[in-house]
């Protein structure tokens, strides 16, 4: 166990749908990022919060959504899905940010089959 | 944005061999990190080795930032080291998330 915890791990929907992706992060970790892969696309950023606030994005679609909580546990909304979003979504925890981002940790992911 | 580039792409070795993984990026960094994804798909923090060396067991990193490249080293190969192998770096001046490289596929044979 990382200490990264994300659910569901499993999630086949259909398309034109919305989910919801849950994690918490690694306690005392205020970084949570959240991180989409796919064989075409590898691994890629999409967002990152800092302590409740968005501080940076990445290549996030505008159909995506994060928030992050008081609690610290952060959520990614897919909404509109289509068959190319089907993927392996990672959160992942730090210690710092930025530079400073040391103690990365990653959770097991929610594969996303999209049909 | 910044480039990164590993090698080789795969990787197949006997059980007890040697091996080094490169990595290469195309401007400065202050954030190094390397990643083991195991056949299972879970992604596990190796090093972070923004420059220098670091050990741990039988892995061993360095990081040359002057001249932009990284090298894993993984000595005396078992096959629970078998999985995809990655690099990734963070350049930007502000919060921002890591970029990976495609990886190092490598495969140990017993």
């Known amino acids: 166990d990382s200490g990264v915890t994300q659910t569901p791990k499993h999630l086949i929907t259909a398309t034109g749908q919305r989910v919801t992706l849950r994690c918490s992060p690694r306690?005392?970790?205020?970084?949570v990022y959240w991180y989409q892969q796919s064989l075409d696309q590898g691994l890629q950023f999409l967002i990152q919060?800092?302590?409740?606030?968005?501080?940076a994005k990445g290549n996030i679609l505008e159909r995506f959504s994060a928030q992050q909580f008081p609690d610290l546990h952060s959520e990614l909304n897919l909404s509109s899905l289509e068959l190319g979003d089907s993927a392996l979504y990672f959160c992942?925890?730090?210690?710092?940010?930025?530079?400073?981002?040391?103690?990365?940790?990653f959770g097991s992911g929610t594969r996303l089959t999209v049909v | 944005g910044i480039q990164v580039e590993q090698s080789p792409p795969d990787l197949i070795l006997q059980e007890g061999a040697n091996s080094t993984l490169r990595c290469n990026f195309s401007?400065?960094?202050?954030?190094l990190q390397w990643f083991h994804q195991n056949p299972w798909g879970q992604l596990i923090n190796l090093f972070y080795i923004p420059s220098g060396t670091k050990q741990n067991g039988r892995l061993s990193a360095t990081t040359v930032a002057t001249e932009r490249y990284s090298l894993l080293y993984i000595s005396s190969s078992q096959t629970t080291d078998s999985g995809v192998y990655f690099c990734?770096?963070?350049?930007?001046?502000?919060?921002?998330?890591?970029?990976f490289g495609k990886g190092t596929h490598l495969i140990i044979q017993p």
């Open positions: 306690s005392g970790d205020l970084s």
């Open positions: 919060y800092y302590n409740g606030e968005e501080r």
């Open positions: 992942a925890s730090s210690v710092g940010q930025g530079k400073g981002a040391y103690g990365y940790t």
């Open positions: 990734a770096v963070y350049s930007g001046g502000g919060a921002d998330g890591l970029t």
């Open positions: 401007d400065s960094v202050n954030n």
